[in-house]
C-alpha cells in the first residue's frame, strides 16, 4: 500500500476589525504536503462594509482597494476547493477560523470541521522559557527567517512567512 501523503493548507486573513461582525477582506493559502511547500491561492475581498481604521494600518487595504473585488459568497468555493478536508494551519488559529466561520454561518454554510494546527500554541508550548515573544515576527527571528519582505500585514505574505516557520518548528520538534 502507498502511504498516504500529509497535506496541509497554511492560511491567513486580512479583516476590517477582530469582533464577530467583521468581515475578512483577504485570504491567502499555502499547501504543504509531506514538508513540501506547493501550490498557492490568494483573493481579496470586498467586505461591504468599512475597514476600520486599525485593521487599515495593519494590512493597508482600503475600501477603495477593495471595491471592486468578489464578496466572500463570490470565493467560497475556491476556498473549499483548495482546502479540501486538509489539516488547517494559522498563527493563532483560533482568529482565522472564528472569523472564516463567521463568514460560513452567514451564508448559510456549515462552518468548517477540519482539523487545526496552531504555531502561535505550538510555540507557547514548546519554547516557554527561551526568552521570546510568540508573534509570528518574533519567531520569524527565533529561526532565522528572512521577513524583510513584510512591510505590512498581507495574507500572502504573512502565509509564506508562516509556511517557513511551520516547517522549521516541525524540523525542531515544536510541532
Known sequence: MIP???RIVALDTETTGTSNEDK????????VID?????????????????SAGA???HGLTNEILEGQPTFDGV???LNLFID???????????????????????????????TLCTLAAARKTLRGEGIRFS?????DYFEIDRTERVIHGALVDTNLLVQVYIKMSA???I
Open 35 to 51: 514538508g513540501v511547500i506547493g501550490n498557492s491561492w490568494q483573493t481579496l475581498i470586498n467586505p461591504k462594509r468599512e475597514v
Open 24 to 31: 475578512i477582506v483577504e485570504i491567502a493559502c499555502i499547501e
Open 172 to 174: 525542531a520538534g515544536h
Open 56 to 58: 487599515l494600518r495593519v
Open 85 to 115: 478536508g486538509s489539516t488547517i494551519l494559522a498563527h493563532n488559529i483560533s482568529f482565522d477560523m472564528r472569523m472564516l466561520n463567521n463568514e460560513y454561518i452567514a451564508l448559510g454554510m456549515e462552518p468548517l470541521r477540519n482539523q
Open 136 to 140: 509570528l515576527d518574533s519567531l520569524c
Open 76 to 78: 467560497v468555493d475556491d
Open 4 to 6: 498516504s501523503k500529509r
